[in-house]
T-cell receptor
Framework: DAGVTQSPTHLIKTRGQQVTLRCSPKSGHDTVSWYQQALGQGPQFIFQYYEEEERQRGNFPDRFSGHQFPNYSSELNVNALLLGDSALYLC????????????FGPGTRLLVL | EDQVTQSPEALRLQEGESSSLNCSYTVSGLRGLFWYRQDPGKGPEFLFT???AGEEKEKERLKATLTKKESFLHITAPKPEDSATYLCAVGNSGYALNFGKGTSLLVTP
């Protein structure tokens, strides 16, 4: 049973560029959440997608956007990259209810130069 | 506003030396308290979910407990392979998980 997968594993971009990160949820899961983790910090919630809609958003600017596809996979897009966007981006999948356990993927390490 | 505070920030143990990690939380409407283990550069690995005060769960050398204000992760007779960062998170009336900063555990032979 495949767990949560993410691609790419690593990415280097320049300030001002745009990036797209991808996530496939664990088999049987229909909900995808995205988190940003800076070095030495806990993950910070960006947003969650369910039924192809963003249903909750954390304290992140509009430069961060996402999409969920009919097969439940998801993308995270970040426009106009800043140096401070350098972080580990984590995707988590779960069932749709409140309080459901979220299972994380391996993450995408983004470095903005 | 929800708050999750983990202590200590770092802990060094000798192999076999049992100890506990603390997670104190303030949340409006707890929908679950979650423990994860994270190895350097990798995604968090799920350990336990606790839903109500008094609940306990065990897995190998780890045991998690929950009260109305805090949770403990007890590590019994740890081994070097237990070295990792342990993250605590709470779920509230929404869908987000609110994480603490983690406790970095090092177990030496």
């Amino acid at each position: 049973d495949a767990g949560v997968t993410q691609s790419p594993t690593h990415l280097i971009k320049t300030r001002g560029q745009q990036v797209t990160l991808r996530c496939s949820p664990k088999s049987g899961h229909d909900t995808v959440s995205w988190y940003q983790q800076a070095l030495g910090q806990g993950p910070q919630f960006i947003f969650q997608y369910y039924e192809e809609e963003e249903r909750q958003r954390g304290n992140f600017p509009d430069r961060f956007s996402g999409h969920q596809f009919p097969n439940y996979s998801s993308e995270l897009n970040v426009n106009a990259l800043l140096l401070g966007d350098s972080a580990l981006y984590l995707c988590a999948s779960s069932l749709q209810g409140q309080g459901e356990t979220q299972y994380f993927g391996p993450g995408t390490r983004l470095l903005v130069l | 506003e929800d708050q999750v505070t983990q202590s200590p920030e770092a802990l060094r143990l000798q192999e076999g030396e049992s100890s506990s990690l603390n997670c104190s939380y303030t949340v409006s409407g707890l929908r679950g308290l979650f423990w994860y283990r994270q190895d350097p550069g990798k995604g968090p690995e799920f350990l336990f979910t606790l839903y109500s005060a008094g609940e306990e769960k065990e897995k190998e050398r780890l045991k998690a407990t929950l009260t109305k204000k805090e949770s403990f992760l007890h590590i019994t007779a740890p081994k070097p392979e237990d070295s990792a960062t342990y993250l605590c998170a709470v779920g509230n009336s929404g869908y987000a998980l609110n994480f603490g900063k983690g406790t970095s555990l090092l177990v030496t032979p």
